[in-house]
Every structure is written in C-alpha cells, then in structure tokens.
C-alpha cells in the first residue's frame, strides 16, 4: 500500500468541511421546523458516508478505526474533524448536537455549539463547572455564584451540597428573581456566573432574563440559563443574549420517555472572568474535548438519535401542548374543588405580562394558521386542591388516565404531588420557602385530546363532592404514613 501522507488527510477534510458548512449555512437561513426536521444531516453525507440512509444513523460503536498511522496523527491531534471514541464523540451525538446548537439559536445571528450530555443534571454540571475552578494565581481565593433559588430539585441538591457543603463554593441565593437589584446586590469580584431557571420547575419562576444578562455582561461574568420547561420552540435564551443555555432533555424535548438526557448550548466568544481563551472561544467544543473527555459524562447514540427523532416535531407539539393546558387550567379555574390554579398562561397569574414578552412561539408569525406573534406558556402547571393533604391524595388516587409519576414533558399527562416526591428532601420548612404544600398537585399535559384529560380531572375532583370543604392555613406536612420512606 503506497503511503498517502497526513496532507492527503487534512486535504480531504477542509474539502469536506466546506461543503459541511456550506450546508449549516444554507440551513441557517430555514425556518424553525425545517431545522428541527434536518438538523445538520445533508444529502450530501448520506450519500457519500451512510449509503443512502434518509434518517441519521444509530452508530453504536465504541471507536473509529483509521486507514493509516498518517490518519490517526491528522485525527488525534484534531487536524481532521474526527470522532474517534464514543466517550468523546460519536456521529449520531452529533447530529444531535448540531440540530439542537441551530435550534437554541434561531431568530439570531448568534454562532452556538452544543455538547449533549447523560442527564440534565449532567448538563448543569457540565455548564457551571467549568467556571468554579480556583484562581491558579490565589487558590485560596474564596468563589461564588448567584443563583436563583426556584430550581429544579437536583439542581438545589447539586448547588447545595456537592458545590458548596463539599467543594465550599458560596451559592448566594436569589430569593426574589424579580427583584433586580437583588442580583446585583450578591455580586462581587469572587462572582463566577449567574444562573437561573425560567420558567421553574414547579413554581414556574420568572425573572426579566434581557435585565439579568445586561446585569452578568456589566460584571464580565456569564448567564446561564436553564431552559427546560420552555424549549426552544418558546425561548432561545442565547437568541436574547445569555451565554449559555442547559436542556434536560429528558423531559419535553424526548417527549417520548425513551430515556435520559441533557444538553449544553452555548454561544461562542462567550463572557467570563475565568482565564481560559479557548474555553470562551467555543465552550462546547472545549468540553468535549477536555473536560467531557476526561471525566465522561456524555450522552449513548442511541438516546442522542431518539431525541433527535423527538426533537423534529417539538415547534408543533409544544403549541398544543401548551393550548390544551390553557384548557385545563380554564377548566379548573372555576371547578368548586379547586383553590388556585397557577398557570403563566393565566391573566390571573403575577408572571403572566412578564411571561408574555419571552414566551412566544417560533414562527407563528410566518404559521398558515396564525400569522403574527403568539403567547404560549408551556405544558407544566399545577394547581391546588381545596382541602388537606388528605383530600389532595385522594384526588390524585381517583386518576385513571393522567399517570401518577414524578415526570415532566411526556406525550402523556403525569401528575405529582410534589411535597411528597420532587420536594420531600426539603422537609416541610424548604416547603414552606418554595410555596410548596401539601395541597398542590404538579400537572404536566400530554398531547391526549385535552377534552380526555378534563373528563379525568372531572371524575377524580369528584370524590370530594361529599366532603365539607374546610379552610384552613396552608398545610405543608406532606401527610400520609409512608412519606418518610418515599424520599430518593
Ligand atoms: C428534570 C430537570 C432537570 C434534570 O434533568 P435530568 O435529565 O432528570 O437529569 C434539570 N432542570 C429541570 C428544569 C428539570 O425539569
């Protein structure tokens, strides 16, 4: 075999660069669903590479083999695009990555990356790591970050315990995220980021994210933001500015519940105080190939192609998503059995006019069926039970339809009771803290005929109808014998 040299390798790859960026450029100027529907995977390469397949192919292999010792030179040392071992890298990750770093971006001109990760608590820890290291000049140095406290369960316990009981790096806690002056006021020189989830899971939180990103790039330091419950098809955080995006792609994103997964979308040239040119550079493209490396956190093929498959559909499921929960709250708004119903799509909701300028769904302005801007909030909303934690379980136990589990983003509705599942950790006064008691019933609506769901929600409600309806001060004792041993 006549040797080929490591210029016949690294020809080859700016050639097939080229025509690869060519086609993201092209892509770029799509809408929204046609992104979501073909991502970075052209004709072009499933041609040339995958014999023809119209889908991305699932490539389960563990590594890539090289034709020579001059190929795995170019490769390993990142001459050539490569992939190498599916630890690092993996093409069918990547198709994923790529979908998802155009999605976060649409509507902007922004340059994003994406690393997928294991989990979106994998994702969280991806994102704010990277910025928590000591000041090689002064390790001693004490660091900090701001961040809200209505945060998902695991982001509390992660902040809470392995950043600061473990590692000593100060949470400072933003308790009112409307309040901006109170972001600022927990800022100093040892600040590493900011950090928000919007809206939260449960409280469905809000905070003036423009205000609180102008407020990071004042400081030098970046916004992070945990997108979730929104998704891009909603909100594109990095699109308004923010630096970072994180995605628990388990939840509405791989609607399907085939499996668990998270993802990091950052902008490249990012903001931070932490001396690090190539992690601001391109963050994702550094983790991957550092950090991720080397600690390993990322995400199997195989889940990467099943929410990429998910992912081709979400502008449109997440629109009636969202208008079937606007149904069912209206529908529980009047119901007797019904205290409060807590839904940003409600006028009656605090956060509704500030929800209102971030949530609108991705081109509805060029939609056949709308045709200018629409609000929508979401699939996530609870509501509370007139009654004890007692009656609160009875009602949850009169479901047959809505799935009792502690799960988010399905195409089928779940519903919890939170001080009894996400939020037993905290214990009744953490409860009390996040407006969590024991009469709120978490509810996340599925993409059934919402008419379906209200017929469960009717029935379920009605084994109250004998019951004499007494008002009493929030109780946030979970109730229940077996509540201690539920805690995981
Ligand atoms: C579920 C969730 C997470 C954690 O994601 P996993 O994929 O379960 O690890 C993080 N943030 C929010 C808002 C979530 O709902």
New binding site residues.
């Given amino acids: 075999m006549s040797k080929k040299g490591i210029n016949h390798y690294t020809d080859a790859a700016a050639r097939a660069m080229a025509w690869h960026s060519d086609n993201i450029k092209k892509m770029k100027q799509c809408r929204f669903d046609t992104i979501a529907v073909h991502g970075v995977y052209s004709m072009q390469e499933a041609l040339d590479f995958n014999q023809g397949s119209i889908i991305e192919p699932v490539y389960l292999s563990t590594s890539q083999a090289y034709r020579d010792s001059d190929e795995m030179e170019a490769a390993l040392s990142y001459q050539i695009p490569t992939w190498c071992y599916s630890r690092i890298a993996n093409p069918s990750m990547y198709y994923f990555e790529g979908a998802l770093a155009m999605l976060e971006a649409y509507g902007s001109d922004v340059e994003t990356s994406c690393i997928a990760t294991s ?4 994702a ?1 820890q991806t994102a704010v790591d990277q910025f928590l290291l000591p000041d090689p000049k002064n390790p001693s140095k004490p660091i900090n970050f701001v961040a809200t406290t209505q ?2 369960g ?2 509390f316990q992660q902040f809470s315990i392995r950043k600061e009981s473990e590692r000593k790096i100060e949470w400072r806690k933003v308790i009112n995220s409307a309040n901006i002056s109170e972001w600022e006021s927990l800022i100093d020189e040892n600040t590493r980021f900011l950090y928000g ?1 919007m809206p ?2 449960p409280g469905q939180a809000f905070f003036d994210l423009k205000k609180v990103i102008d407020l990071a790039h004042k400081y030098g330091i970046p916004m992070i933001v ?1 997108s ?2 929104a998704t891009p098809a909603l909100m594109r955080p990095i699109a308004l500015g923010a630096d970072i995006v ?1 995605q ?4 509405t994103i791989m609607t399907s519940g085939f499996g ?3 993802a990091v979308i950052a902008r490249k040239n990012l903001t931070s105080n932490v001396d690090n040119p190539e992690m601001k550079a391109d963050f994702c493209m550094y983790v991957k190939t550092l950090p991720n490396r080397d600690n390993g956190p990322n995400i199997s093929p195989m889940t990467a192609i099943l929410a990429l498959n998910d992912m081709r559909t979400l502008r449109s499921r997440v629109d009636m998503q969202s208008r079937s929960t606007m149904k069912i709250a209206k529908y529980l708004v009047q119901h007797k059995h019904i205290e409060q119903v807590d839904y940003l799509g409600l006028e009656s909701h605090p956060l509704h006019k500030l929800a209102s300028e971030y949530m609108l769904l991705a081109d509805a302005e060029h939609d056949e069926q709308y045709g200018f801007p629409v609000n929508r909030y979401g699939h996530l909303m609870s509501f509370r039970v007139k009654g004890n934690a007692q009656a609160t379980r009875d009602v949850f136990d009169g479901m047959q339809m809505i799935w009792r589990a502690t799960d ?1 983003g399905r195409i089928k509705s779940v519903a919890t009771i939170p001080a009894i599942s996400t939020h037993s950790q905290q214990g009744e006064e953490g409860r009390k803290l996040a407006d969590i008691p024991a009469n709120l019933i978490r509810l996340c609506v599925g993409a059934e005929h919402p008419d379906d769901i209200i017929a469960d929600l009717d029935q379920a409600l009605s084994v109250l109808d004998g019951n004499k309806i007494v008002s009493s001060s929030p109780e946030y004792s979970a109730g229940g014998a077996s509540s201690a041993s539920l805690r995981r």
Avoid: C, F, R, W
């Avoid at 989990?119 to 994998?122: D, K, Y």
């Fill in positions: 989990s979106g608590m994998a969280i945060v998902y695991g982001t989830e939260s899971n945990d979730t419950v994180v628990s792609v388990s939840k668990i997964a998270g988010l």
